[in-house]
C-alpha cells in the first residue's frame, strides 16, 4: 500500500474539514453543557424561589391582614355591615400571599434599578406594585385608594427589608 507509513488516508475516511465534531447526549441529541453553567442556573432558582417565599410571607402579612383590615375600615366608613368570617379572612390573607409571591418574583427581577436606600426602595417597590393593583380595586373610590396604599406601602418596606437581608446571610455563608 504507497500510502502506508506517510500519515495519509484515503478519501472516503478522511474528516471533513471545517465542521467541528460535537460531543452529543444520547438521549436528547443536543451538546451537552457541564460545569459552571448548571451551578449558576441552581442559583437563579434558590433565588427566585427564596424571591417567592419571602414575598409570599410579606404578602400574607401585609396584603392579606392588612388588606384585610382597610376592608373592614372601609365597611365601617361607609355604614356597611362589617362582619368578618373565618373563611373570608382567609381568602384574603391567601389571595394577599399570591400578590405577594409575584411581588416578590418582581423584586428578584428588578432590584438592581432600584435606588440602594434600603427604606426608599421599599417604599418605592410598594407603590410600583400599588400603581399596578388599582385597576382590581372594587369598588373604585377614592376612600378605597387610601385605606390600601399604606398595605401596599408597608408590603414594599417588609418585603425588601427581609429579602435584603436574606440575600446578605446568602452572600456570607457562601463566602
Avoid at 35 to 52: E, Y
Avoid at 132 to 150: D, K, N, T, Y
Amino acid at each position: 500500500m504507497p500510502l502506508a507509513g506517510h500519515g495519509l488516508r484515503p478519501t472516503p475516511l478522511r474528516r471533513r474539514t471545517g465542521r467541528p465534531q460535537l460531543k452529543r447526549d444520547p438521549l436528547d441529541g443536543g451538546p451537552t453543557c457541564r460545569g459552571p453553567v448548571t451551578s449558576l442556573s441552581i442559583a437563579h432558582i434558590r433565588r427566585f424561589a427564596t424571591a417567592v417565599v419571602v414575598g409570599a410571607a410579606s404578602g400574607a402579612l401585609c396584603l392579606g391582614v392588612g388588606g384585610r383590615l382597610a376592608m373592614h375600615a372601609f365597611a365601617l366608613a361607609t355604614a356597611r355591615s362589617a362582619g368578618f368570617t373565618v373563611r373570608g379572612s382567609l381568602n384574603v390573607v391567601f389571595a394577599g400571599a399570591i400578590a405577594g409571591a409575584i411581588g416578590g418574583l418582581l423584586l428578584a427581577a428588578i432590584e438592581r434599578f432600584l435606588t440602594q436606600r434600603l427604606w426608599l426602595r421599599g417604599a418605592l417597590f410598594g407603590v410600583v406594585c400599588y400603581v399596578i393593583a388599582i385597576p382590581g380595586f372594587r369598588p373604585p373610590q377614592p376612600l378605597v385608594f387610601a385605606l390600601f396604599a399604606p398595605a401596599f406601602v408597608g408590603y414594599g418596606v417588609v418585603l425588601t427589608v427581609t429579602w435584603e437581608r436574606f440575600v446578605r446571610s446568602r452572600r456570607l455563608t457562601s463566602a
